[in-house]
């Protein structure tokens, strides 16, 4: 059978010129009558490169990538709106695109006049629209305001019409970009059941979105899209599996690459004040410490930290470092289950903060502590080793900590870390505010910070096809 | 470019609602809705009117009496041309949303818009009838039979410009503001508040190259001076540059076309 969309070898590449060069070009093209202008290579820009795929009848495909990789520019080749460059696109049967929703509404005049606008310029008849008319309305639960002019139309009523619209134009192959989140719950809901009927009828989709359960629940096959390349393409779980794996690994050089930004900025603010005489130093942190950082005190013993669960100004106070580095930390990994140094775990793996610490001289007076904070500047869990009353005696040049975490077991979110080398009262010789970054990742869409070791178990007449646990 | 020329046809419906959504938008809102097609060419009439015959009275010869009717047969036309172009230049950029958007054949912008402004054209024609009949002037049927030929002519040439126009002006934006100009010009330079007699002989031979001068001169003829019409020949020439204008206004922006989506 023939396939609905057959994509071969499809490159599309955009041309990006300055503004200056455009006005260039009016006389020159003139005078060499060439109107579209020759390419030149350092102003083109790929979108697609040898993109391939086809997508049988009653396929529903899905496309998912990063931003920029070109995705909507592979639909819009599919739609014909924009020719390739390179390559050949065949679609078999009437397209109707939803890349964006109510494209060519007019707002001056009503719903009711603009729907049959829209439809006829989606390719129905006059007839097929007024045959569907009641239809329309009803699915975008519009049928009060159908005579507003559109104008007055909140943005979510103008795209429900716009998708009621595009979806009743009854097409052989639909072609779907990033447009679910329309409306309420509910409507997203009729949204999905609309496909399963098309699906029913055999009938293809092309899906491209962001939403990686959709494609897994949803599509027959995915595909992935990198800097406009393919970079897997198949079954959907094996496709969205690589894809997050991908998009995690990325995650983690963006996280470090900021940490250490991160740290080399305030270590170069730092380098300022280490110049000066130590005298001065100790003062500036002395006048620091107390006035603009209280949160230094909250690692103090006397300060538990249930204070943490009504964060004080001083717990927001911005990610930096200060004290005297009598005892510096030198450097800091966060390191997952397998040993790897990363910034990206599972929920619930086995984490440990590793610092290396130097003394330039003997120092009897020392406590060190770590903070973690969630997102929203939320103090996690803090604690030192002067809390849990961990004797520490004497340190003298370099040194390693370890803490470590059997499991960390957090809901998926970004989290920082304080780390801090100080005296018992709180007096800091290397204080590091929120200076690392690591982030908690989970299938589970569980809300809240922490996620307590949990199972679900059930009795009676309930029946489930496993037991729910996490 | 003949085949998409041919699929223009298919899209007869979606052109007809766009024409009806832009005449019906236009006037939406305004207390006065369509009559304002009809009040804008009478009023513009009763300006002339007073021009011509109050403040410059001996402007024009005395045979050329009621001058503003005659004016007015230029006028009307003239804005419909004019107004077409300048709406056409624009009208790709206005609806870029639509090709960028949606799959949407893009000479149907173009094209509306000549034809909603020829709708406009026609709104004001009631206006000028009743101002034949006032004067009484005498018309004969039988000329009258050439008027739709003069206005399928000017179709033809406007749409041909309009498709050229609009094309360009994507890619070069400066047309839009030259345009304005070049219409100012090309107006003063085409016989519509004068006649080609009242030029001198020596610019006569440069009117005539003007297409925009038989054009009018045409509708003049049917409609303001007696006896028979002596243009026939001039306005055959002129069905057959315009049908030359409109497919190299077609040409050009069939080879454009695939550059819209990227350049709207």
């Known amino acids: 059978?023939?396939?609905?969309?057959?994509?071969?070898?499809?490159?599309?590449?955009?041309?990006?010129?300055?503004?200056?060069?455009?006005?260039?070009?009016?006389?020159?093209?003139?005078?060499?009558?060439?109107?579209?202008?020759?390419?030149?290579?350092?102003?083109?820009?790929?979108?697609?490169?040898?993109?391939?795929?086809?997508?049988?009848?009653?396929?529903?495909?899905?496309?998912?990538?990063?931003?920029?990789?070109?995705?909507?520019?592979?639909?819009?080749?599919?739609?014909?709106?924009?020719?390739?460059?390179?390559?050949?696109?065949?679609?078999?049967?009437?397209?109707?695109?939803?890349?964006?929703?109510?494209?060519?509404?007019?707002?001056?005049?009503?719903?009711?006049?603009?729907?049959?606008?829209?439809?006829?310029?989606?390719?129905?008849?006059?007839?097929?629209?007024?045959?569907?008319?009641?239809?329309?309305?009803d699915f975008a639960e519009m049928a009060e305001f159908i005579d507003a002019p559109v104008k007055t139309y909140s943005s979510g009523m103008y795209m429900r019409l716009g998708f009621a619209v595009a979806i009743h134009v009854d097409p052989e192959v639909l072609l779907v970009d990033e447009v679910l989140a329309v409306g309420d719950q509910g409507f997203?809901?009729?949204?999905?059941?609309?496909?399963?009927?098309?699906?029913?009828?055999?009938?293809?989709?092309?899906?491209?979105?962001?939403?990686?359960?959709?494609?897994?629940?949803?599509?027959?096959?995915?595909?992935?899209?990198?800097?406009?390349?393919?970079?897997?393409?198949?079954?959907?779980?094996?496709?969205?599996?690589?894809y997050v794996i991908d998009v995690?690994?990325?995650?983690?050089?963006?996280?470090?690459?900021?940490?250490?930004?991160?740290?080399?900025?305030?270590?170069?603010?730092?380098?300022?004040?280490?110049?000066?005489?130590?005298?001065?130093?100790?003062?500036?942190?002395?006048?620091?410490?107390?006035?603009?950082?209280?949160?230094?005190?909250?690692?103090?013993?006397?300060?538990?930290?249930?204070d943490a669960s009504t964060p004080r100004d001083g717990f927001k106070s911005a990610e930096g470092r200060w004290g005297t580095r009598e005892i510096e930390i030198t450097d800091v990994t966060i390191s997952g289950p397998g040993g790897e140094t990363g910034h990206v775990f599972q929920s619930g793996d086995a984490i440990k903060v590793h610092m290396q610490v130097t003394a330039k001289e003997p120092i009897t007076d020392f406590v060190f502590g770590l903070g973690l904070f969630n997102a929203d500047g939320v103090c996690v869990y803090g604690t030192n080793t002067g809390l849990e009353e961990l004797s520490l005696s004497e340190i003298n040049g370099t040194g390693e900590v370890t803490f470590t975490m059997d499991h960390l077991d957090l809901v998926e979110g970004t989290y920082r870390l304080d780390l801090a080398a100080h005296k018992l009262d709180g007096y800091p010789y290397d204080y590091h505010r929120l200076l690392y970054t690591f982030r908690i990742k989970s299938r589970v869409r569980d809300v809240g910070i922490y996620r307590p070791d949990h199972k679900w178990s059930f009795g009676g007449n309930i029946k489930s096809k496993e037991d729910l646990g996490s | 470019m003949f085949a998409n020329l041919a699929k223009l046809g298919r899209y007869r419906a979606l052109i007809q609602t766009l024409v009806v959504r832009d005449l019906k938008?236009?006037?939406?809102?305004?207390?006065?809705?369509?009559?304002?097609?009809?009040?804008?060419?009478?009023?513009?009439?009763?300006?002339?009117?007073?021009?011509?015959?109050?403040?410059?009275?001996?402007?024009?010869?005395?045979?050329?009496?009621?001058?503003?009717?005659?004016?007015?047969?230029?006028?009307?036309?003239?804005?419909?041309?004019?107004?077409?172009?300048?709406?056409?230049?624009?009208?790709?950029?206005?609806?870029?949303?639509?090709?960028?958007?949606?799959?949407?054949?893009?000479?149907?912008?173009?094209?509306?818009?000549?034809?909603?402004?020829?709708?406009?054209?026609?709104?004001?024609?009631?206006?000028?009838?009743?101002?034949?009949?006032?004067?009484?002037?005498?018309?004969?049927?039988?000329?009258?039979?050439?008027f739709p030929v003069i206005v399928l002519v000017q179709l033809i040439l406007t749409t041909g410009l309009a498709m050229f126009l609009s094309a360009l002006t994507v890619h070069f934006r400066d047309l839009k503001d030259l345009l304005g100009n070049i219409l100012t010009l090309w107006f003063f330079a085409t016989?519509?508040?004068?006649?080609?007699?009242?030029?001198?002989?020596?610019?006569?031979?440069?009117?005539?190259?003007?297409?925009?001068?038989?054009?009018?001169?045409?509708?003049?003829?049917?409609?303001?001076?007696?006896?028979?019409?002596?243009?026939?020949?001039?306005?055959?020439?002129?069905?057959?540059?315009?049908?030359?204008?409109?497919?190299?206004?077609y040409f050009v922006f069939d080879r454009l076309r695939d550059s819209f989506a990227e350049e709207v």
């Open chain 2, 25 to 146: 938008a236009r006037y939406r809102g305004s207390v006065l809705g369509f009559f304002w097609s009809f009040f804008n060419p009478a009023l513009l009439l009763f300006i002339y009117t007073f021009v011509f015959t109050k403040v410059l009275p001996s402007s024009h010869p005395p045979d050329m009496e009621p001058f503003a009717l005659f004016m007015f047969c230029g006028i009307l036309p003239w804005t419909w041309f004019s107004s077409s172009l300048l709406e056409s230049s624009n009208t790709l950029i206005a609806g870029g949303n639509l090709i960028k958007k949606v799959l949407f054949p893009a000479e149907v912008l173009p094209i509306v818009t000549v034809l909603a402004n020829m709708v406009h054209f026609f709104l004001g024609l009631p206006i000028l009838a009743a101002f034949v009949i006032y004067y009484q002037r005498p018309v004969d049927p039988i000329e009258l039979l050439w």
């Open chain 1, 248 to 306: 995690e690994d990325s995650e983690e050089n963006e996280l470090a690459k900021a940490e250490s930004a991160r740290v080399a900025a305030s270590a170069s603010a730092e380098a300022t004040a280490e110049a000066t005489s130590s005298q001065v130093a100790r003062q500036v942190a002395r006048d620091f410490s107390p006035a603009k950082n209280p949160a230094i005190e909250e690692d103090a013993p006397q300060n538990p930290v249930d």
């Open chain 1, 1 to 137: 059978m023939k396939p609905a969309i057959e994509v071969l070898n499809v490159s599309k590449v955009y041309r990006r010129y300055a503004r200056r060069k455009q006005f260039a070009t009016l006389k020159s093209a003139l005078l060499d009558g060439s109107l579209i202008g020759d390419l030149k290579p350092e102003d083109a820009f790929p979108a697609l490169r040898g993109v391939s795929f086809s997508v049988p009848k009653g396929c529903t495909y899905g496309v998912i990538g990063r931003n920029g990789s070109g995705k909507s520019t592979l639909l819009k080749c599919v739609a014909g709106i924009t020719r390739p460059t390179e390559g050949s696109v065949v679609v078999d049967g009437r397209i109707s695109a939803l890349i964006e929703l109510g494209a060519g509404f007019h707002p001056e005049i009503s719903g009711r006049e603009n729907i049959f606008i829209n439809g006829i310029m989606l390719g129905l008849t006059k007839k097929e629209v007024t045959r569907r008319f009641d239809e329309i309305v």
């Open chain 1, 188 to 242: 997203t809901h009729k949204c999905l059941d609309k496909f399963s009927e098309f699906r029913r009828r055999n009938k293809s989709i092309l899906l491209v979105t962001h939403s990686l359960d959709l494609v897994e629940k949803f599509c027959d096959e995915a595909h992935w899209l990198d800097r406009g390349k393919t970079k897997g393409e198949g079954d959907p779980k094996r496709v969205v599996a690589a």
């Open chain 2, 191 to 249: 016989p519509i508040i004068y006649s080609i007699e009242m030029a001198p002989a020596d610019m006569r031979w440069w009117l005539n190259l003007n297409p925009m001068t038989h054009l009018m001169r045409s509708y003049q003829e049917v409609l303001f001076f007696e006896g028979p019409l002596g243009h026939q020949k001039w306005l055959a020439a002129l069905g057959v540059i315009s049908v030359v204008v409109f497919l190299a206004g």
